[in-house]
């Protein structure tokens, strides 16, 4: 089974391969396990289920997040954020609605996704949204 870490990032790279092609998600998921193929092994890869849960729910939730995400980030539209903190920010905060993972650990991954594949200038933006999301999801019990 993958490590929960390289879950998220597989699933930041298939969330951004959907928001920027405008595919189906299915399509997303199964070209990103083609890639896995010819780079990474010559054996099929084995599904990552939680990559894919994370996926589909964040799909599945986009509407909410994104209104959550432009309620949150003052003179940004969605449109206008980079596609890769955009992406981030939809995948930690479909984490957050969950419950399921503590707020922190949540948060932390998102943070070092953005350290990854963003710029430095996007780690207080992520962190300070996601900061403001999660006391509202905890307020609410969203």
Do not use: C
């Not at 391969?17 to 084995?46: C, F, G, N, V």
């Not at 939680?50 to 995400?69: A, C, H, Q, W, Y």
């Amino acid at each position: 089974m993958a490590s929960r870490h390289r879950s998220r990032r597989r699933a930041l790279q298939v969330l951004f391969e959907w928001d920027m092609r405008k595919d189906s998600i299915d399509h997303a998921i199964s070209h990103y396990y083609d890639t896995l193929y010819s780079e990474e092994s010559e054996t099929q890869p084995k599904p990552d289920r939680f990559m894919e849960e994370l996926v589909r729910g964040t799909v599945e939730k986009s509407p909410e997040i994104d209104k959550l995400i432009e309620s949150r980030a003052e003179n940004w539209k969605l449109g206008r954020m980079a596609a890769v903190d955009r992406n981030i920010l939809r995948l930690a905060i479909y984490e957050l609605m969950q419950h399921t993972v503590p707020a922190p650990v949540v948060i932390d991954e998102a943070i070092e996704l953005a350290r990854q594949f963003s710029g430095d200038e996007s780690l207080s933006f992520i962190n300070g949204i996601l900061d403001a999301v999660h006391r509202e999801t905890a307020t609410t019990g969203q």
